[in-house]
């Protein structure tokens, strides 16, 4: 595309060389080889030619030769170029070659020269471009704002606006800036992207406030721009399962897997949605694929989703191996005291009443919320009355009752306090 300079621009303070005017008309005409063979002689002999070196750099820069124009740009510059061009097209080309802090400092050299409303927009919109690319978001917001109110009709103003407004969590006006890009050019890869990422966030801000209607509408639409990202449908299914809509959820959480075929927190997830239906086999059966791919510390949690499956269904024997498999994997203090606790009432059920009470130990040693100690010493007190262990039994009636007095604990401590003294 050619670097825009009006005839006007070319034609000011027309310097007395005979070559000057076939070098602007060559320029205009497009052919800018033409121009810088009708430029050099004079440059040669009038190194200090401030047109001469602007429209030279003009030329170079409309060839895509960045570096050629920066030097005679640059020279330009040193001669105390009046036209804002001369800064406008040296910090285009070293935006062209990834150096933003020299193309921000042209610019800011350049800018008092920026009088009229074409001048100021492409300051704007260039300035802005560099801080884009530096990721300095504010700052590009900043300049594509101004750009925009010049000029609202370049796309990528208002992608690099919108993709900038993102990136500042500014999300409703990302969303506004990035359909107004896409309106002007449909499809854009880049626009569509944010702008399913942008409407992705909103539906996480509405699931994370329970608003699962209004996320669900968010995710719809995040699908539409991003329809590749497994994360949308994964999300959709936890708004449907936190509104009881089994079939739709396990119908997102399947398309999640069709793109993240080896995630295993949709497996998790799917795996509890069954179970909440109690389809247990269908339960087991995926928290198992989730487990072949967890991490060691969300395989635990896991195990113990499974252990409490068997134990609902009164396998206990199957129960203890998960919930033992769970505390193998070493998970947080809180995790595994209520593994342990839960492990515990296994073994009461199984009626072995020595691995109960070590599960209880265990879990009270380490040291759960008060109501789950209570609720533990009250067990192991009914195992120790079980087997007429009086003074074990008081001591853990009294404990519980400690933690949480009720009439129950009452009971129990005055009739183990009679037992005693038979």
Same mark, same amino acid.
């Given at each position: 595309m050619r670097i825009a300079a009006s005839a006007c621009m070319l034609l000011v303070a027309l310097p007395a060389f005979a070559d000057w005017k076939q070098a602007v008309a060559y320029y205009q005409q497009g052919q800018f080889d033409k121009c810088i063979q009708e430029l050099k002689p004079d440059l040669d002999k009038n190194p200090d030619w401030e047109s001469g070196h602007r429209l030279a750099g003009l030329c170079y820069l409309n060839l895509k030769n960045n570096a050629l124009a920066i030097v005679e740009l640059s020279r330009a510059v040193q001669l105390?170029?009046?036209?804002?061009?001369?800064?406008?097209?040296?910090?285009?080309?070293?935006?062209?070659?990834?150096?933003?802090?020299?193309?921000?400092?042209?610019?800011?050299?350049?800018?008092?020269?920026?009088?009229? &409303?074409?001048?100021?927009?492409? +300051?704007?919109? $260039?300035?802005?471009?560099?801080?884009?690319?530096? #990721?300095?978001y504010g700052d590009a917001a900043e300049d594509l704002a101004v750009a925009i109110r010049i000029k609202p009709t370049e796309w990528v103003d208002f992608s690099q606006l919108g993709i900038a407004y993102f990136n500042l969590n500014r999300?409703?006006?990302?969303?506004?800036m990035l359909q107004k890009a896409l309106a002007l050019k449909p499809g854009e890869e880049a626009a569509s992207g944010v702008l399913g990422r942008a409407y992705f966030k909103q539906g996480v801000s509405a699931l994370s406030n329970k608003q699962y209607d209004q996320a669900l509408d968010m995710f719809r639409r995040a699908g539409t721009y991003a329809p590749n990202d497994g994360y949308i449908f994964y999300n959709s299914g936890e708004a449907h399962l936190f509104l009881n809509n089994f079939a739709e959820a396990e119908k997102?959480?399947?398309?999640?897997?069709?793109?993240?075929?080896?995630? &295993?927190?949709?497996?998790?997830? +799917?795996?509890? $949605?069954?179970?909440?239906?109690?389809?247990?086999? #269908?339960?087991?059966?995926t928290y198992q694929k989730a487990a072949d791919l967890a991490q060691p510390n969300v395989k635990a949690d896991i195990?113990?989703?499974?252990?409490?499956?068997?134990?609902?269904?009164?396998k206990y024997d199957l129960a203890a191996g998960f919930y033992k498999r769970a505390i193998d994997l070493n998970p947080p203090a809180p995790v595994k005291a209520?593994?342990?606790?839960?492990?515990?009432?296994?073994?009461?059920?199984?009626?072995?009443?020595?691995?109960?009470?070590?599960?209880?130990?265990?879990?009270?040693?380490?040291?759960?919320?008060?109501?789950a100690r209570a609720e533990m010493f009250y067990r192991t007190g009914m195992i120790f009355e079980l087997q007429s262990k009086w003074d074990e039994a008081l001591s853990a009636y009294q404990k519980s009752n400690e933690l949480k007095p009720s009439p129950a604990l009452k009971e129990a401590i005055a009739r183990v306090t009679e037992q005693k003294k038979k």
């Open positions: 105390q170029s009046k036209e804002f061009a001369t800064y406008r097209a040296l910090a285009q080309a070293y935006f062209n070659i990834g150096k933003f802090d020299n193309c921000l400092q042209a610019l800011d050299q350049g800018e008092q020269f920026a009088k009229q &409303p074409g001048d100021l927009y492409e +300051l704007r919109r $260039l300035r802005g471009a560099a801080y884009y690319r530096q #990721q300095k999300n409703e006006e990302a969303i506004q997102a959480y399947n398309q999640a897997l069709t793109i993240m075929p080896r995630n &295993p927190d949709i497996y998790q997830r +799917l795996g509890y $949605l069954f179970e909440k239906q109690k389809k247990w086999d #269908q339960a087991l059966s195990f113990q989703r499974m252990g409490m499956i068997h134990e609902n269904n009164k209520d593994i342990h606790q839960r492990l515990a009432t296994v073994y009461e059920n199984l009626k072995n009443y020595d691995l109960a009470l070590a599960s209880y130990q265990k879990a009270t040693e380490l040291n759960p919320p008060a109501a």
